[in-house]
C-alpha cells in the first residue's frame, strides 16, 4: 500500500476545561438525533452505493460518547449481503491500533516514549548512520522518522532522508520498525502484545491482524478504481501499518476507549493529541484546500492524525488500498464519533456523503471533498 501526501489524514483533542465543558454541554443538545441520522442514512446509503460503484458500507455512530447504532448496506461479495459480521481490511487505520499497543506499554512502563531504540533493535540497513539512535517510539508514532512511506520507495533499502524529529513524512516503515522494536523489547510477538493489551481488554474479538479460522465466509472483497473484482489481501505474517480485519463495532469500541483515555496514564493520555509539528501549509494552498476551510493547525499526535478548528477538533485516521476506503474520526467537545469501511477503491466518495451527514463541519467536509477527487 502506497500512501500519497494527499491521502495523510488528520486531527487533535483539546484540553478540557469548565467553560468547555459547558460549550461541550450545549454542543452536543443541538446534535442531530440519532435515530433520525439513521433514517436518513438507510434513505440514501443504497443510492450512494450504486452511484459511486461501492460494494458495501459498514457505518458505526457514537454520540455522548457511547456507540448510538451500527448499519451496514450493500453486499459483501458478488451475491453475498453485507451484515455486521463482516470483516474488512482498514488498510491504515490498522495504525492507531498499534500506536495503542504501544501506548498502554508505555503506560505499564515496558517501554519510555523517548527512549533510544538502539538498544533493541536497529535495522541492518541503516547501522552505519548515527542518526539510528535518535529513533524513539514518539518519533515514529508522529511520523518523524525520516523514512520514506515504504522502503521499496527508496530502492529496497531504508534510508534517513532528513534528521529524526526534524520534519514530518508519513511512513508505514516507521510503524513496522516500531512494531518490531516493541517485540524484542517485550519478548513477545506484536499479535500477542495486541491481544494483552487492547483487543482482549476491550473485547475486539472480530479483530485481528492475521487471519483466523473465524475468517471464513465474513471478508469483505476488494473492488477496484474500474470496478474490477479483486481477492482480499490477508495476512499470515502481521503487518503494523496495514491490513487488519475488523467490524465497525468493533473498532467503534476501540475508538470510545482511545476518547476516553482507558488504559494510559494521565501524563500519557494528555500527549496522545498534542500535534508534534504543524504541517498545515501541506494541505492549505489552491490546488488543496483554499483559506477559508483550513483548521488552525494540522499535524500528527501519537498514533492520530489532527485538525484544530477555532470551536472544536478533529481526531481522525484514514486508510486506503487497492481496493478498500476506510475513515475514523472524533470530536471530543461533541463526544461523537464516526467509523466508516468500503470495500471499494471509489469508497472515500461514500465517505465523504456519510461523514457529512453525521457531522456538521463545513471545513471539515471541504477536506473530505478535496479526499474524494
Not at 518519533?139 to 529524526?164: C, K, M, S, V
Not at 499535524?299 to 481522525?316: A, C, I
Not at 484514514?318 to 464516526?338: A, C, S
Amino acid at each position: 500500500m502506497t500512501h500519497l501526501p494527499k491521502a495523510a489524514l488528520f486531527g487533535l483533542c483539546l484540553a478540557a476545561s469548565a467553560a468547555l465543558a459547558e460549550q461541550q454541554n450545549i454542543t452536543r443538545d443541538i446534535t442531530p438525533d440519532a435515530h433520525h441520522l439513521q433514517q436518513q442514512l438507510d434513505k440514501q446509503a443504497s443510492e450512494w452505493l450504486q452511484e459511486y460503484a461501492v460494494p458495501s458500507v459498514a457505518v458505526a455512530y457514537i454520540k455522548s460518547g457511547e456507540l448510538a447504532w451500527t448499519a451496514v448496506y450493500g453486499e459483501q461479495s458478488p451475491g453475498v449481503p453485507a451484515s455486521p459480521q463482516t470483516l474488512y481490511n482498514i488498510a491504515s487505520m490498522t495504525k492507531p491500533i498499534t500506536a495503542e499497543v504501544i501506548l498502554r506499554l508505555a503506560a505499564a512502563q515496558q517501554l519510555g516514549l523517548d527512549e533510544s531504540m538502539a538498544g533493541h533493535w536497529v535495522d541492518p540497513d541503516i547501522k552505519d548512520n548515527p542518526w539510528h539512535r535518535l529513533l524513539t517510539p514518539r518519533i515514529h508514532l508522529t511520523h518523524q522518522t525520516g523514512f520514506a512511506n515504504w522502503r521499496r520507495d527508496t530502492e529496497n533499502r531504508l534510508t534517513f532522508q532528513w534528521q529524526p524529529g526534524t520534519q514530518t513524512g508519513y511512513s508505514g516503515e516507521g510503524y513496522e520498525y516500531l512494531a518490531r522494536f516493541a517485540e524484542l523489547n517485550t519478548g513477545q510477538n506484536f499479535t500477542e502484545l495486541a491481544r494483552q493489551y487492547v483487543f482482549g481488554p476491550l473485547q475486539m474479538h472480530n479483530s485481528s491482524y492475521i487471519e483466523r479460522d473465524w475468517f471464513a465466509g465474513r471478508v469483505a472483497a476488494p473492488v477496484g478504481p474500474g470496478g474490477e473484482p479483486g481477492d482480499p489481501v490477508i495476512r499470515q505474517n502481521r503487518i503494523a501499518s496495514d491490513d487488519l480485519y475488523t467490524t465497525a463495532a468493533d473498532y467503534a469500541g476501540f475508538l470510545i476507549s482511545v476518547m476516553r483515555n482507558q488504559g494510559l496514564n494521565e501524563p500519557i493520555a494528555k500527549q496522545r493529541l498534542q500535534i508534534a509539528q504543524d504541517i498545515k501549509d501541506n494541505l492549505c494552498h489552491p490546488e488543496r484546500l483554499q483559506p477559508e476551510h483550513c483548521p488552525e493547525r494540522m499535524g500528527f499526535g501519537l498514533g492520530w492524525s489532527v485538525f484544530e478548528y477555532p470551536q472544536e477538533t478533529v481526531v481522525m485516521h484514514g486508510g486506503g488500498d487497492w481496493g478498500e476506503r476506510t475513515l475514523g474520526f472524533f470530536v471530543p467537545e461533541r463526544q461523537l464519533g464516526v467509523i466508516i469501511f468500503t470495500n471499494g477503491a471509489n469508497g472515500m466518495r461514500v465517505i465523504r456523503d456519510i461523514a457529512g451527514m453525521l457531522y456538521d463541519n463545513p471545513k471539515y467536509q471541504a477536506f473530505l471533498n478535496f479526499q474524494a477527487r
